[in-house]
């Protein structure tokens, strides 16, 4: 086997392992759909139900699209996976096995992002269930899927190397830190309606521009052009968070390896 | 080339600790080596160094005659590990998680297919082949470890302590597999606290005492080393009078946690012993040849087993 063919078994085998545990955690899965599918639902029965606020339902679900599912799922996830690693001692044992780092990542990074595939068909079936349009380019959104699940898988690695030594930390973890996010982000409230400190804060919020963007291809059908700002930062924050992801995975098997 | 592990003048440091301090070591292929000693003497960190979980400060280590340096991924195809903490995922199947395993190593579908039914049949874990590894018992659990340590037909297999954490009926049954494979020729590395366990199924034993080893042999040369061919236990009020009845007989003295052993040039049957303490007040007295646990108390010699009778009397 080519050490190329190997990486790429490994990289697959990481990945189907990831999906089998989660499938086999029925209750989480459960969670896991319907923690974003009842935000969607109640956002978007208030939006539905206001007739001057209609045009806000095709915005809901990217909001709820890339801060309650995502960032839950992908981030969250990618950080319950590196603790539950650590707990259970399966990080030493996969230490001894010939598995490349970056087939270990691109592994996680692969299941995430099937799972946040998974969600985006749930969560835009219900939002065009009770009346939203998905308005813009599919490949653009695609884009934007792709670039938001790479970052929060990256900063899921960050976290989870770093931070997160036991399982019932992540909860608590991510509650500090993504909830304060969602807020910033405009996942509850319009950025227009916040006091100016915050909306300048919200400047450096990446899940406001992942939600904008999302939102200015689904809801307003914008383009490329139109979306360079969003897509600018999000390629550079996605960079930072990647390697940094990576940095802190380093840091966590060179850290085992001095101990 | 009959070597499959040397380790030389091996130093490794934690922070200020001197874990490792010239710590030499050598495995021939076919041996079943133990690695003994008390608590932090080094044993695990031994085994870390080997499975390239740690790197060494100072020495050198070859595996089946390379470099452990040079190696790179390809040392860990090499050695296989199974430690006493159940290290596998417990919402997967077993023959999912030895799939898995198979997978990390490259094992090509038809050939990772045979050697998954290979394990599953040799270790009896056909009958768990629809539970979760969650749902298994602790040595179910344990077997299946080991199962998934030799998973990639390992050149070493190393063993961590691997019945630490099982019932004695689940130990028995690991102690038969280990028995198994080394007479199928498999090279191991063990550590292990049960000396017992090292007496059953090691050819050659090492004994550690900080960070280095400081007896080596099989387990009858070793016995050899020990002033005596029996031990005898003797428990009494007047610990003076056995010590000096004991000197008079030519035995040799050892005292600790309240009991004297008395190390017997000869086998004496208990008859004979209490006829040579006669007049001495003794509650209890056993005897039996000498042990592996003899030879670690005698050789490692950091325990209160050491007491000179000078010191007790």
Redesign the interface.
Known sequence: ?TSS??FL??T??VA??LL??QW??KRGLIFWAVFPSTMMLLFGLVYAHNVSMRAGLDAAAAGILVGAALFFSCLGGTVAVIAAERE???L?????????PAAYFLGVVIAQLLLALMQVVMLYSIALLIGAKYQGSLVLGGLILLLSVFSYVGMGFFLGARFARRSEEVVVALSAIGVPLLVLGGTFFPLEIMPEGMQAVAQINPMLHMNQAFKGVAAYGMGFHELRFELTFLLAFCGLSLALGIQSYRHLLGG???? | MTTALQMDDVHKW?GSHHVLDGFSLRVEKGDVVGLLGPNGCGKSTVLKIV?????LDAGQVRLMGEPLSELG??A??L???C?Q????????LPG?NLH??A????L?DRERQQRVDELMSSFALEQFATT?VSQLSGGWQQRLHLAVSLIHRPKLLVLDEPTAAVDLEARMDLWRFIESLRDSGTTILLTSHHLAEAERLCSRVALMRNGKVVAEGSVPELLARIPGQAVAKVESEDNEAIVQRSIDLGWTVRHGAGQMRLLLPRDLSLLEIIDALKGIKVSAVSVQPVTLEDAYLELVGDSPWMVEPSNLV
């Open positions: 086997m063919h190997l078994v490994q697959l085998a189907q392992r089998l545990e086999r955690q259970r001692g399966t030493p044992r996969l230490l001894t096995t010939p598995l490349h085992n390896k001095s101990q | 934690f499975c390239k979980l740690l790197d991924y390809h860990r195809a050695v296989g590990l430690t903490h159940c290290a596998l995922y417990p919402d997967l999912e898995f395993f997978r990390l190593y490259g090509y979760r």
